[in-house]
């Protein structure tokens, strides 16, 4: 299920001040710091040796309504799964605080991935999978976990191809956030 929880960092120490799992209401919440998250079908029928051109034939409809509001100018698909022999590096890379100048659209075909958008004195914690669509405006600092075990498949939408560099902000706040294998064994131990 996807889920939202908005901490605040007041003090440092990250306290939860509230959690929302319906879409709407997650979509809601974001759109109050301009974070646009949309529930789409991912629907399609492929499987999972799917290409990047079938995935994205698959939804070029949503793609190219999307591509038209915001300018995008191009669409990879990103792959990450438990065997990938580079997924520790990938997972690090973007596991601390950095920024973009452009920003970015993920679109979750398949799996699941934490993206954590800090603004002010709250991060927002966004537990996104299969059908979520979520965007990261230019400037906001946020990371990303993929957990040790990483498996999603997700639509990029670019602006330009610079744009992607990340500019790394040096502030440890995401090792005092729960990381995605943490919340696995959370919601783990809650369901019993
Ligand atoms: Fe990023």
């Given at each position: 299920?996807?889920?939202l929880?908005?901490?605040?960092v ?6 939860v001040?509230?959690?929302?799992e ?9 759109a109050h710091?301009e ?7 991912a ?5 999972e ?9 698959a939804?070029?409809?949503s ?15 990103v792959?990450?799964?438990p065997?990938h022999?580079?997924k520790?590096e990938?997972r690090k ?5 950095h920024?973009?100048s452009?920003?970015?659209v993920?679109f ?9 958008i800090?603004r ?7 537990h996104?999978k299969r059908?979520?669509l979520i965007s990261?405006p ?9 957990g040790?075990e ?7 939408l670019?602006t330009?191809a ?8 040096d502030?440890?706040?995401a ?7 943490e919340?696995k ?5 809650r369901?019993?």
């Amino acid at each position: 299920m996807s889920e939202l929880r908005i901490y605040s960092v007041e003090h440092d120490q990250p306290r939860v001040l509230a959690v929302y799992e319906h879409g709407k209401d997650i979509a809601a919440e974001l759109a109050h710091i301009e974070v646009l998250f949309e529930r789409w079908e991912a629907n399609a029928d492929l499987d999972e040796e799917a290409s990047q051109d079938e995935v994205i034939e698959a939804y070029h409809e949503s793609i190219d309504r999307l591509m038209q509001k915001y300018g995008f100018q191009s669409v990879d698909v990103v792959a990450m799964h438990p065997e990938h022999p580079g997924k520790e590096e990938l997972r690090k890379k973007f596991l601390n605080e950095h920024v973009h100048s452009e920003f970015e659209v993920r679109f979750f075909v398949d799996g699941s991935g934490i993206f954590y958008i800090h603004r002010d004195d709250k991060v927002y914690v966004v537990h996104c999978k299969r059908g979520d669509l979520i965007s990261v405006p230019a400037g906001y600092k946020h990371w990303f976990d993929m957990g040790s075990e990483p498996s999603f498949k997700a639509i990029r939408l670019f602006t330009s191809a610079e744009g992607w560099v990340a500019n790394f902000t040096d502030d440890p706040i995401a090792s005092r956030f729960p990381n995605m294998d943490e919340f696995k064994r959370e919601r783990l131990a809650r369901a019993g």
